[in-house]
């Protein structure tokens, strides 16, 4: 069998020492790591890995058996077609906050995606106190359709009380 | 045209220390004029360090000149550079030619004045800001053996650019609080 990439995804409660006992399991056999994307949600810890290996879906799964037995991972994979070197360069930066409330993730990004916003990288967070929750978002991304459009489009949210910041990314590159 | 081979990281040359130039002659300038050139030749680079490409000499060049709308100085020459004061603190992104397919946040001075010679020897001083600040401390980095990667900073770090949170306060008849 040739060598495949599978996308790993890994979460469980958080405690320290997942990402080693999960990075030394997929070392130890055979594996090599690519791009990955690791964080604590709520508690939980989530791990994207790109994991590369001469073997099927069902080897990848067994090397990881002690390891997510012993700290109760849950274990998903799926064979990809992605590889490396494949990065797309963002062209703007877009934050947002406000009083936390339903749908304004689905407002944000809903008006940014008719005007052309392609999303490279988001992360959010609900901070605040349990009666004043906030919710903060920080996007990265490619403006399709130019930056001019995503500033009309933030006007609109504007007016519903969402405090937008776009930043155009101008890579510096020496 | 000259265009030379730019060192690309994991090669250790690039963390030497590169030492002042003594004197700005002829052989000198020639070296530059193949140093701006191979700058030239990469796609979108407005920057270079003679180190980049083993020179292991104080001598810098920065052009922004092509990039839209940004204050900038167009062909910079910097030998010998030193930054004089620094600023203001800013996120922005940068890329190298020594660190290919690869992109990263790092903070940077909003404002520098540097002090350098120029390719006559002549002593100059510049008064810098935005984009070309961050260049010029990017590739000034490279004298001393430090690449962005030295500096990145993770997504998370910053919430807002201070320029325009003040720009906000100040539309909206709040006062010109200081941020943070």
């Known amino acids: 069998m040739s060598k495949q990439w599978y996308m790993l995804t890994v979460v469980g409660e958080d405690r320290p020492g997942i990402v080693a006992r999960v990075t030394t399991a997929l070392f130890e056999g055979g594996c090599n790591l690519g791009e990955a994307s690791m964080m604590r949600l709520g508690g939980n810890f989530t791990i994207m890995l790109m994991v590369e290996l001469e073997g099927s879906d069902g080897e990848l799964r067994k090397l990881l058996e002690p390891a997510a037995r012993s700290l109760n991972l849950h274990i998903h994979i799926d064979g990809i077609k992605g590889r490396l070197h494949r990065h797309l360069e963002p062209d703007v930066s877009i934050t947002v906050y406000g009083a936390d409330r339903a749908g304004i993730v689905a407002r ?9 916003l392609h999303v490279l990288e988001l992360d959010s967070d609900v901070a605040g106190s349990r009666e004043t929750p906030i919710y ?18 933030l006007k609109l949210i504007e007016r519903d009380g969402i405090e937008v910041n776009l930043q155009p990314v101008d890579t510096m590159v020496g | 045209m000259v265009v030379l081979e730019i060192f690309t990281y994991p090669d250790e040359r690039l963390k030497q220390i590169s030492q002042p130039v003594q004197r700005v002659d002829d052989a000198l300038r020639t070296f530059i004029a193949e140093l701006e050139q191979t700058m030239r030749h990469s796609p979108g680079g407005v920057g270079i360090a003679a ?51 690869y992109t990263g946040n790092v903070m940077r001075a909003e404002r520098v004045t540097v002090s350098a010679l120029d390719e006559q020897g002549e002593p100059r001083e510049y008064h ?43 539309r909206r ?8």
């Open chain 1, 108 to 116: 944000v990004t809903g008006v940014l995606a008719d005007a052309g």
């Open chain 2, 173 to 180: 008849g709040e006062g010109g609080a200081t941020p943070r």
């Open chain 2, 51 to 101: 180190p980049q490409v083993g020179r292991f000499q104080r001598i810098v060049i920065v052009d922004v000149s092509a990039k839209p709308k940004i204050a900038n100085h167009g062909r910079m020459i910097l030998v010998n550079p030193e930054i004089l004061s620094w600023e203001g603190m800013v996120k922005g992104r940068e890329g190298c030619m020594s660190v290919p397919d």
């Open chain 2, 128 to 170: 810098c800001e935005g984009y070309e600040a961050r260049a010029i401390q990017h590739e000034i980095d490279h004298l001393d053996g430090l690449l962005f990667l030295d500096r990145l900073v993770s997504r998370r770090t910053d919430l807002f650019r201070r320029k325009n949170y003040g720009e906000k306060k100040r």
């Open chain 1, 136 to 153: 903060v978002m920080h996007i990265e991304g490619h403006a399709g359709e130019g930056i001019d459009a995503l500033r009309s489009a």
